[in-house]
Structure formats: structure tokens, C-alpha cells
């Protein structure tokens, strides 16, 4: 069975800094595209940045430059390094990836973590 765990979150002041964890664990051949989405209350979940397995990277708009995502792919763990925090960064952040469970298999399947939460104080 397919896990992702993530860790890293935790209380901050403003202009303060955090890194997120997200480690896949389970039976799976390959990892595709890992992604970190959040919730603030009351609001939608957005994605914040995402990275592919050769380590192309997307950013929301509202992140670019303060956040940075990366990857182990030995460690079959995605990271993101979240500096310059603001009080609208708190929310719940989630982790996403695209798996392959078999060697063959065309299509990926789509796990979720069950989120850290981040709280930025002003």
C-alpha cells in the first residue's frame, strides 16, 4: 500500500522559514510528478508548486520566489523549502504524486497525504 507522509509543519513568525517533507513509502515502480497544494480555512485548496521526476518546477504566482520545491528520488521524498513566510501562507499543506505502481502500467495512480499544518503569526 502507497503512502505519502508529510512533516515539517509547525508554528513560525513572520518573515520566518519552514521546510516540508512529503516521503513516499509502499510497493511502487516509479514516481511522476510530486506537488504540494494547501487549504487555508474557508478557501479552496490551491497548488502551490509542483515538480516533475527530471525536476522541472512550477510555482503559484503568490510563492514565486520565497518558496522553492526539490526532490530526492532515492529517497522517494519531495521537499519544500518555504522562506519569507506571510500570515495568508497558514493553511494545511498537502502532498500529491503521480505513481506508477508496475513497470508496465500506463497510467499513474494519484495518492494524497494527509497533511502538515503551517502557521505563520503576524
Known amino acids: 500500500q502507497v503512502q505519502l507522509v508529510e512533516s515539517g509543519g509547525g508554528l513560525v513568525q513572520g518573515g520566518g522559514s519552514l521546510r516540508l517533507s512529503c516521503k513516499a513509502s509502499g510497493t511502487f515502480f516509479s514516481i511522476n510528478a510530486m506537488n504540494w497544494y494547501r487549504q487555508a480555512p474557508g478557501k479552496q485548496r490551491e497548488l502551490v508548486a509542483s515538480i516533475s521526476r527530471g525536476g522541472r518546477t512550477n510555482y503559484a504566482d503568490s510563492v514565486k520566489a520565497r518558496f522553492n520545491i526539490f526532490r530526492d528520488n532515492a529517497k522517494n521524498t519531495a521537499y519544500l523549502q518555504m522562506s519569507s513566510l506571510k500570515p495568508e501562507d497558514t493553511a494545511v499543506y498537502y502532498c500529491?504524486?503521480?505513481?506508477?505502481?508496475?513497470?508496465?502500467?500506463?497510467?499513474?495512480?494519484?495518492?494524497w497525504g494527509r497533511g502538515t499544518q503551517v502557521t505563520v503569526s503576524s
Open positions: 500529491n504524486a503521480g505513481i506508477r505502481l508496475r513497470e508496465f502500467q500506463q497510467y499513474e495512480n494519484v495518492y
